[in-house]
């Protein structure tokens, strides 16, 4: 499926590097930890980060109910934007420096979700993106935790895709030129050995789930 055309996600800038395919959006938002929420408050536009989750062609946002930005989230337009940075590109002029990225940005009207199944999904999405394996090894939310949560859904109709790949643009006068290096610095994110909490028995095993995203 293709992704939408509206005027908002039709890119402007280096069109060659819009992503179409639904698939292109849906890798984007998976792999990735945090979004930035975009929204106006009291006159001025707030940008804030949060955790996220997908379903199908939903993504889901959470936060405490007495958060300030959460109470008129509710039926407001909303910008969600997903980054990741792939490399630091240099040019042989400081004009043609640049980046490899993937982002996804996404437009739509934030609902409430009211629903306790929905909610729960919604929770589930939430924890697995960050944390996967943590739904079925931790305590779900109880009656209390869930009554301090407000969950809200962002449809993906509207959404664009921007992808820069590959080594530098540099002008041919300036590769002609030589004498200055050019190239792409990659950038990875990488997770580190899990650090016990202090309170666990001393040689608690570290379960398989977060073993398992030690980057080897």
Not at 24 to 41: E, I, N, S, T
Request: charged share 20%.
């Amino acid at each position: 499926m293709s992704l939408s055309t509206t005027a908002r996600t039709t890119l402007t800038r280096h069109r060659e590097r819009a992503r179409t395919d639904r698939a292109d959006l849906y890798a984007v938002l998976d792999a990735g930890l945090v979004c930035h929420v975009g929204l106006v408050r009291d006159g001025a536009p707030v940008v804030l980060p949060t955790g996220y989750g997908r379903i199908d062609d939903t993504v889901y946002v959470h936060g405490s109910t007495g958060a300030g930005w959460l109470r008129i989230a509710d039926g407001a337009p909303v910008c969600l934007t997903v980054t990741h940075l792939d490399g630091i590109v240099y040019a042989r002029s400081v004009f043609s420096h640049s980046m490899n990225y993937r982002s996804a940005v996404v437009h739509g009207t934030a609902r409430l979700v009211t629903d306790p199944a929905e909610k729960l999904a919604g929770l589930r999405a939430i924890t697995e993106q960050l944390s996967p394996g943590s739904w079925e090894h931790a305590r779900e939310p109880d009656r209390r935790e869930l009554a301090a949560t407000a969950v809200f859904a962002i449809g993906l109709g509207e959404a664009s895709v921007k992808v820069r790949t590959g080594p530098p643009g540099d002008d041919e006068a300036d590769v002609a030129a030589g004498g200055r290096w050019a190239g792409v610095l990659p950038v990875r994110t990488v997770f580190g050995d899990p650090e016990p909490d202090p309170a666990l028995p001393p040689g608690a095993p570290v379960p398989a789930h977060v073993a398992e995203r030690r980057s080897g």
